[in-house]
């Protein structure tokens, strides 16, 4: 009997990595199209391109196809490889927009993987390298990840020059924990890290200043780096930014982040990074809402128990993800209040029953 | 013996013995520790070991079970033994003991209860390898035929080298056959060696039953009772694949194919299958792939869960400690006769047995017979019927609907069977019947809708059941359980007491059947007067069941709204433009928005999340701790916290319990008992327990599984079936319904339910196809090696299936080698290309299913390494080349490559002449095409060979072939790629002979060697030591030879005297000799005379042999004729 082939089909441009990491992961094959037909420049964009091709060096076996105009794509995914990489990342994305996929994707390569991209390490779009190093990898660690996973900032490359360069270590993993994290916490330190490159670093200690002014009533645990990196390593362009992030009792990591900006005082960009924070917080959680769908991603690979996680409401993408999920894996969450006696809670429970995935990639002995 | 009366003993109430044991009874009570202690210090410390090692035995890797306890899924319980050696006997004999009925087609799984929380499903394997591979991997216990009579198959070891590799579930072993053996002692000796050797196979001390003759078609009660007491006290342990993957033995199959499509394609469309069963290992998901072995991999077009077919007593309705007679009588086997009933493809049989009259109303009646009797007393059409009937909404209206005279449409939604309207009214109609048994049961109640192929549901309930199939909630299947259940206790046994019960029943179903919406109004009103019922997004439905685009959902309710009505109104749409936006960037952070930031410029804003922070004091009972500093200080804070948080989850955990009201003082009060809980518990943990063996690793792990388990559970519990099932697919336990689309005819057109159908799920990893690369050995019973290339069948995951191995060595962890053969004795890789399973998947290899080669057939076992989309396998090639020209260490080489190209990509390589002498390419010249430069560490010689050793990488051919059994008419008979040995015997092919390959007497010429010849000008240069010592010959006789010896007369004597005694002692020696040659030859003819003798009896006794194998051989030959494979000596 012939093996069935069944695609999933997409539309449109968004959600694109988000798919294509579920690809990969599950095995199905899909296929998007209508990327960008609308549009006077229509088909993938090179950062796109750029990560198809990051995708294609990280696995083995991948075939992608892409239409000569370049606004549909197939895509049929390998395994996992892993192992020493490099990638040269375009400076049209930062290179948040690259690893996010990666360290969902990491624990379940074959072999642990060591990969090494260059470009822009913060920029206003994606996550920056700090929040990545400081926040993403921590939430990993909630899944049992954590023997050497490491992120390295050797270079620093702001926008749009580039010349960063940073060094990611991810182990690999036979199945991850389920997540049982209901409990919120309180907020018991701050931290925060402020980076100058190529301009003045009294920069960073006048951002650090400004945002002490606010945050200096809460808690005294609070400490905030200031970062600085010189000559080769300090990138191509000019550029700071303030990172901040707020850790709980019980582990729970808000952040927040802002650039630089053309005619903007670093003390502003510091207050900005500050209420963005407070924002987050507000919000409450166990997770962010950056990192909403890295962990509901991990909850539905976790063993076949029931993994529940209290996060805010989700934002758009994430209930595109959930829906993804669904077509993917099969599996659904049951999302109810955190808190039904307390009717201003917006706060949401995420519960599901995991799939059991377990890493097929993994060589034995 | 027993009638014997003996004389009760009287106890002495005076005297010195009775006080005497008065005072020892008094110091027996409770635990006498010196009865026990040891005697010794050394002997103290060997009990302790020994105790030690013992709790260490006990321990096993903990392993989550995923079954759960309450409603688990039955046990399946496989009868497995060669032909002839009882298994259908003892199918018969448990069912009779389980369910009081008899059986005389037990075929396919046939479930019945057993106790209060254990259901059991029989299955019978019959003697095909591929009905044994599909059994051993879903059987929860193997009872394990074995012939007593004759001793062990070898399709018994077979099927346990099979169980090995796929986790071994348990096994009891039963000797049948043993009336046959009439000598008690032989008897004895056969059960101990049968024993003996089913011990080294299992495990020491494994259960081996024995049972002796039949009686009335059945094994005596008295053994079977005592079996089905160690079936009842069986625990099973979990099985890794079983608990990773769901799946299902289907014990019933109907196809649901439009009839005029299977007419017009004259039977040979694909059909819309639907298979039943319960589930088992994990949670079904709808939107998965299964595998059907025998079949194929088919999507799961819908899956729907069921009424039990056959229920466990509920708390409610067994509540005494043992089971009842009557739940004894559940029996749920669809492909048997139960009751006397068989369905053929396309009659009905009913089993009579004994005399049978009409109206003979004393005798209970058999199901079929009652069915026959029905039919013939049917006196109105069901068009009449349909017409009188009264359709009422709801099982509770109390007015019927008016029926509409359209009788055409009527009858369509009747056969659909989808209309609630026609479903009530069956409600209705067993009610009747309830509440007045003398009312013959109407005819339709036993006619079917679907048409029926061979498998068969109970008759009496085909309505309900498939009534179930399309409830709309589960509220409704309960109902229809409970109709179910009681509708067969009606039929079945006419049973006094159960009036009563029965009207009990109906009084709680009154009271039940005020409509839901009232049930709470009052409830809900007082919601609503508190006000606190705030207006929430359903998540769960805007995120999976609107089609609504994530940004509509989020942004709020009046949007989300008004669109959800639009989708009702209006045909058309207006495309949503947001989506398709290309500005709008796949992004990993939110840009800030600096409007909604200004909100925190506010000095009263910033102070309102100060509670948030460990800082900021939050309730009253907190207390004022608060500006403290220290560590312990936030600990404890941050501990409160979470116990507060918990007790959240709990609240959230009981939805429907009653809300908290929101009383301040109540609250404090409350708080404060929580508080003191806190401490409480705190303060146990600490002091209580001082000694507390600290929980070890096996406990502590245990205790988490423990833990993870009652989460599951607890987390669904309040949440109706749909969303659940949703959420959690179908859980184990669940009776469903599995509709598969395109499935290929020959699995209706030959169904067989002898043959077991199971439905395997796969994981996403499992759908997947890829180079698997396994660790194999073969199997130490199977006579002959393994090559490289030819096909192996493989039993691996739920699959069996036919692929292409080569197999290889880790060569010095450098490169995978190619073997030719597999080797003996070792372990060995093999890479195939097939579809994958996970890593540490055992499996099993054959070399032919079929049963046409009498030994043994697992050909080798092994488990699951690696998968990968490309196989690294090498094997060695040497390229050979000629030198053409020599010079002094560097060689012209040619003949090796064929171009400059080729050359060039091997500069560099080592090569090595034929005697030894390494060397390197260097570059490539520019004539003859491909002739190359390279370097020696010496001269080599114009007649020596050059050659250079490479790796040449190889991949497995892709070739996958599933073992499609089930597909065949005669299911045993599946052939796959054969062997190339096979195909040219069968097709009479020589094996092709390469001449360049054979073996033929090298010629060699002798060599010849020139003599070293040393210039003479050189020789004259050279030192002394160095210079060749030649010197000519000499000619001219020496003095010694020239001189003339003159002796004196004594020395003249004495010479002569000499010569004379060597002359006697020569004599002396050849004289000796010559003796002792004679007595060697006397030696060697009486030898030879002993060797001659010996070699008669030699010849003797091969004579004997071979006419002792010649009768064996062909006495097996005239057995072989008699019945297929593995003939027996009956002794009959």
Request: net charge neutral; proline share 5%.
């Amino acid at each position: 009997m012939a093996q069935p082939i069944s695609f999933i089909h997409f539309s449109g441009h968004q959600h694109f990595r988000s798919r294509l990491v579920l690809s990969i992961l599950s095995g199905r094959h899909v296929r998007i199209d209508k990327i960008r037909s609308e549009d006077k420049n229509p088909g993938l964009r090179d950062y796109e391109i750029s990560l198809l091709r990051l995708l294609e060096k990280a696995t083995n076996g991948t075939i992608i196809e892409i239409s000569v105009t370049g606004t549909a794509i197939l895509l049929k995914p390998g395994v996992i490889l892993g192992g020493t990489l490099q990638h040269e990342c375009p400076l049209s994305r930062a290179i948040g927009y690259f690893l996010e996929p990666i360290i969902m994707l990491a624990p379940f390569a074959k072999k642990p993987i060591n990969i090494t991209l260059m470009g822009i390490t913060t920029d206003d779009h994606d996550l920056s390298a700090d929040i990545l190093r400081t926040v993403t990898l921590p939430h990993l660690q909630l899944f049992g990840i954590s023997e050497g996973l490491e992120l390295r900032i050797k270079k620093r490359g702001a926008s749009p020059g580039g010349g960063g360069e940073v060094q990611f270590l991810c182990p690999i993993v036979k199945q991850v924990n389920t997540l049982n994290f209901v409990d919120a916490g309180k907020i018991k330190r701050i931290r925060g890290v402020a980076h100058a490159v190529r301009v003045t670093p009294q920069f960073s200690n006048r951002m650090i200043e400004a945002s002490r002014s606010i945050l200096n009533r809460y808690i005294p645990d609070i400490y905030l780096y200031s970062d600085v990196y010189k000559g080769n390593e300090s990138g191509k362009s000019p550029g700071y930014a303030l990172t901040l992030l707020a850790e709980s009792t019980t582990s729970a990591i808000y952040c927040a982040e802002a650039i630089s900006e053309a005619g903007v005082a670093p003390e502003d960009i510091g207050l900005r990074a500050t209420r963005a924070l407070l924002t987050e917080v507000e919000k409450g959680g166990c997770v962010d809402q950056k990192h909403q769908i890295l962990v509901l991603l991990m909850m539905v690979l976790g063993s076949e128990d029931v993994g529940r996680c209290r996060m805010a409401e989700p934002m758009p993408k994430t209930i595109q993800f959930l829906r993804d999920i669904r077509t993917f894996f099969a599996t659904s969450f049951k999302i109810v209040p955190a808190d039904i006696s307390d009717p201003n809670c917006s706060q949401l429970l995420y519960s599901c029953y995991g799939t059991g995935y377990v890493n097929a990639n993994r060589t034995l002995a | 013996m027993d009638d014997q009366t003996h004389k009760a003993h009287r106890k002495t109430d005076k005297g010195g013995k009775a006080n005497k044991k008065d005072k020892g009874k008094e110091k027996q009570h409770g635990y006498n520790e010196k009865a026990f202690a040891p005697m010794s210090g050394r002997r103290a410390d060997r009990q302790g070991r020994r105790n030690v090692e013992r709790d260490q035995t006990r321990l096993h890797v903990p392993l989550v079970n995923r079954t759960p306890d309450e409603d688990p899924p039955p046990v399946i319980i496989a009868i497995v033994g060669p032909s002839g050696v009882g298994k259908t006997t003892l199918l018969k004999s448990l069912v009779r003991r389980y369910a009081k009925q008899t059986l005389n087609d037990a075929k396919g799984p046939i479930t019945v209860v057993s106790g209060k929380k254990r259901r059991l499903t029989f299955i019978e394997c019959n003697n095909d390898i591929n009905s044994m591979i599909d059994i051993g991997k879903i059987a929860d216990l193997v009872l394990l035929m074995v012939d007593g009579s004759f001793g062990f198959e070898m399709e018994t070891f077979e099927f346990l080298n099979i169980l090995q590799s796929h986790g071994f579930p348990k096994v009891i072993g039963i000797l049948s056959h043993l009336d046959l053996i009439k000598k008690a002692s032989t008897l004895k000796d056969t059960k101990k060696a049968l024993k003996k050797r089913f011990w080294t196979e299992i495990y020491q001390g494994a259960k081996l039953f024995y049972l002796s003759g039949v009686l009335n078609g059945r094994y005596p009660d008295t053994e079977i009772t005592n079996l089905t007491r160690f079936i009842s006290v069986m625990k099973f342990r979990p099985l890794v694949f079983r608990n990773s993957h769901p799946y299902l033995l289907a014990d019933r199959l109907e196809d649901l194919t439009p009839r005029e499509t299977v007419r017009t394609s004259k039977g040979k469309c694909d059909r819309t299958v639907t298979l039943y069963g319960y589930v088992r290992g994990t949670n079904l998901r709808l939107g998965t792939n299964v595998h059907i072995p025998g079949v194929g991999d088919l999507p799961l077009a819908s899956v729907t869960a069921l009424g039990d077919p056959c229920p466990l007593p509920t708390a409610d309705s067994e509540k005494r400690r043992k089971l009842s007679e009557k739940k004894k009588l559940l029996i749920h086997a669809p492909m048997s006769d139960v009751g006397g009933v068989m369905y053929d493809k396309d009659a009905v049989w009913v089993n009579v047995p004994g005399s049978f009259t009409r109206g003979n109303n004393e005798i209970p009646q058999g199901e079929g017979e009652q069915m026959v009797m029905d039919l013939q007393d049917v006196d109105q059409t069901l068009e009449d019927r349909v017409a009188q009937s009264n359709i009422r909404l709801f099982g509770s209206s109390s007015k019927a609907l008016v029926v509409d005279e359209d009788k055409d449409s009527e009858e369509e939604e009747y056969s659909e069977q989808s209309d609630s309207g026609i479903d009530s009214d069956e409600d209705s109609e067993d009610e009747d019947m309830d509440e007045d048994e003398d009312i013959p049961r109407h005819a339709d109640n036993t006619g079917r809708t679907t048409r029926r192929t061979v498998t068969r549901t109970l008759p009496s309930n085909t309505q309900e059941r498939t009534e179930i199939d399309y409830a709309e909630s589960d509220s409704d299947l309960g109902e229809n359980e409970d109709a179910r259940v009681k509708l067969r206790e009606d039929n079945d046994i006419p049973d006094d007491d159960d009036e009563g019960e029965d009207e009990g029943e109906e009084e709680d179903e009154e009271e039940e059947s005020i409509p839901r919406w009232k049930a709470n109004l009052a409830d809900r009103a007082a919601q609503l007067a508190a006000g606190t019922h705030k207006r929430r997004k359903d998540w769960i439905k805007l995120i999976y069941n609107s089609s609504l685009s994530p940004e509509e959902i989020v942004n709020g309710q009046q949007s989300t709204d008004k669109s959800s009505e639009d989708e009702g109104d209006d045909f058309f749409q207006v495309k949503s433009t947001h989506a398709e936006d290309p500005d709008v960037l796949d992004q990993g952070k939110e840009p800030l928005d600096e409007e909604s930031l200004k909100k925190w410029e506010d000095e009263e804003m910033l102070d309102s999340i100060r509670n948030l922070f460990i800082t900021g004091a939050e309730a009253a009972a907190e207390g004022e701790g608060g500006d403290g500093e220290g560590e312990g200080e936030d600990e404890e804070g941050s501990e409160g916290e979470g116990e507060d948080e918990d007790e959240e989850g709990v609240d959230e955990d009981n939805v429907g319990g009653s809300s908290s009201k929101p009383t301040g003082k109540l609250t404090r009060a409350e708080a404060l008992a929580k508080k003191k809980e806190i401490l409480k518990r705190k303060f146990d943990e600490q002091y209580d327990d001082p000694s507390g063996p600290k929980a070890d690793f096996y406990d502590e792990k245990k205790d988490e599984i423990a833990a993870q388990l009652a989460l599951n559970r607890a987390e669904f519990e309040g949440v109706d079936a749909e969303a659940r099932t949703l959420v959690e697919g179908f859980r184990p336990g669940q009776y469903v319904r599995i509709e598969l689309h395109d499935v290929p005819c020959e699995m209706i057109e030959n169904f067989d339910p002898t043959f077991p159908i199971i439905v395997g799920g796969l994981l996403p990893a499992e759908e997947r196809f890829g180079y698997v690369q396994v660790r194999i050995k073969r199997h130490r019973w199977f006579n002959r090696t393994l090559k490289t290339n030819d096909p192996l069948i493989f039993s691996l995951g739920w699959r069996r299936f036919q692929s292409i191995p080569i197999y290889s060595l880790d060569d010095h962890s450098i490169r995978m080698r190619m073997l030719k053969y597999t080797p003996e004795h070792m372990h060995c890789y093999a890479t195939f290309y097939g579809p994958v399973a996970l890593p540490n998947t055992g499996f099993c290899a054959f070399n032919s299913l079929g049963t046409d080669r009498p030994g043994f057939r697992i050909s080798a076992t092994g488990v699951v390494l690696d998968i990968d989309r490309s196989a690294k396998i090498v094997k060695k090639i040497k390229l050979t080349g000629v030198p053409y020209k020599i010079f002094k260490n560097t060689a012209f080489i040619k003949d090796m490559f064929s171009t400059a190209l080729e050359v060039a990509k091997f500069e560099g390589a080592n090569v090595r002449t034929v005697s030894g002498i390494r060397g390197q390419v260097k570059k490539a010249l520019p004539k003859p095409d491909g002739a190359f430069r390279a370097t020696f560490e010496d001269k080599i010689l114009k007649s020596d060979i050059v050659f250079l050793r490479a790796w040449y990488s190889i991949q497995p051919r892709k070739f996958y072939n599933p073992v499609t059994s089930l597909l065949l008419s005669d299911k045993s008979k599946w052939t796959g790629m054969r062997l190339t040995g096979q195909v040219r015997r069968d097709e009479g092919l020589k094996t092709p002979l390469d001449i360049n390959s054979t073996y033929k007497k090298i010629e060699r010429a002798p060599r010849r060697f020139n003599p070293l010849i040393v210039p003479k000008k050189l020789q004259a240069a050279l030192p002394y030591g160095s210079k060749p010592k030649l010197m000519a010959p000499q000619r001219a006789p020496t003095y010694l030879q020239k001189r003339a010896v003159v002796m004196e007369p004594e020395e003249r004597k004495a010479v002569a005297l000499m010569q004379q005694i060597r002359a006697l002692r020569k004599d002396q020696i050849a004289r000796r000799h010559e003796k002792k040659e004679e007595k060697k030859a006397e030696r060697a003819k009486r030898l030879e005379k002993e060797e001659a003798k010996k070699g008669e009896r030699e010849k003797e006794r091969k004579k004997d042999v071979m006419r002792m194998a010649g009768q064996k051989s062909k006495r097996e030959a005239e057995m072989q004729e008699g019945g297929g494979r593995g003939p027996k000596r009956r002794k009959t």
